[in-house]
């Protein structure tokens, strides 16, 4: 899996992908911090419970031109670093604007909804670091293989799926991101931490967990053609 610099770009989803774009491209990303930084006081300063969802999804549409922290000086990049609390921010080697899941759960867990809780509990385990996903293993600061044989992806497409029945009108669209994240993944990555073997048992631990799904078709022919795809590179070693 190459990430290359798109880990900053993941910034909104589903049906406020556009106008979060056309927000953040009319504004710098100074101006941009300085409202997150208000917003997250604001949530913060408020007397009852409320989803904290809006103040995160603020502070992620700072990352619409993410390519403007190469140009801040070291003194302006120290500024936008604190006004950005509760995300994680790099510029070396690669370019990251992502939400500090660990920072967002503790502030779920005083200010926010059962629902906030839950998604990030989820989102924890999907990026145990807040930046790569816990099927990848990096190997460079910007690739990884994937890793298959021990259930991660199989187990967080089903934890994910619980929380989208669960909670359908909530954290849709990064939900859906996650979703269908897991079965790229599935369907075409080629770079393969470990054995042959262990891309089969993910396969069929998935065909097992989700016979009907609509994805399980194109797994189920994806295990079928294995031993015949030469593309598939094991033991893999990415970048």
């Known amino acids: 899996m190459n990430l290359k610099i798109a880990l900053g ?50 502070g992620k549409a700072v990352a619409g031109d993410i390519s403007q922290i190469e140009d801040l000086s070291d003194a ?7 006004k950005m609390q509760g ?16 920072f967002f759960a503790r502030l779920s867990a005083t200010r926010g909804t059962k ?31 994937t ?11 089903g934890k994910a799926l619980r929380f ?13 991101e996650e979703i269908n994240k897991i079965i790229e993944e599935l369907t075409t990555e080629t770079c393969a931490c470990s054995s042959r073997a262990s891309v089969e048992k993910e396969f069929r631990a998935f065909i097992k967990a989700f016979p009907k799904d609509k ?7 994806r295990l079928a053609n294995l031993k015949g795809n030469k593309e598939f590179r094991f033991y893999c070693q990415s970048g």
């Open 9 to 58: 770009l993941f910034i909104a989803f589903g049906v406020i992908v556009a106008p979060v774009n056309v927000y953040a491209q009319n504004k710098s990303i100074l101006k941009l911090a300085d409202e997150y930084a208000l917003a997250l006081r604001k949530y913060r300063a408020q007397k009852s419970r409320a989803s904290v969802a809006d103040v995160m999804r603020m």
């Open 76 to 82: 302006e990049y120290a500024l936008f670093k604190k």
């Open 87 to 102: 995300f994680v921010v790099n510029r070396e080697e690669i370019l990251v604007i992502e939400p500090d899941l660990d």
């Open 115 to 145: 629902v906030d809780a839950a998604f990030f509990a989820l989102m924890r385990q999907i990026k145990p670091g807040s930046v790569f996903p816990a099927y990848i293993e990096m190997q460079t600061d910007v690739t990884g293989c």
């Open 147 to 157: 890793i298959y044989g021990n259930g991660a992806m199989t187990g967080l497409y």
């Open 164 to 176: 989208k029945k669960t909670y359908p009108n909530e954290y849709a669209g990064e939900v859906n």
């Open 215 to 221: 994805n399980t078709p194109a797994i189920k022919k």
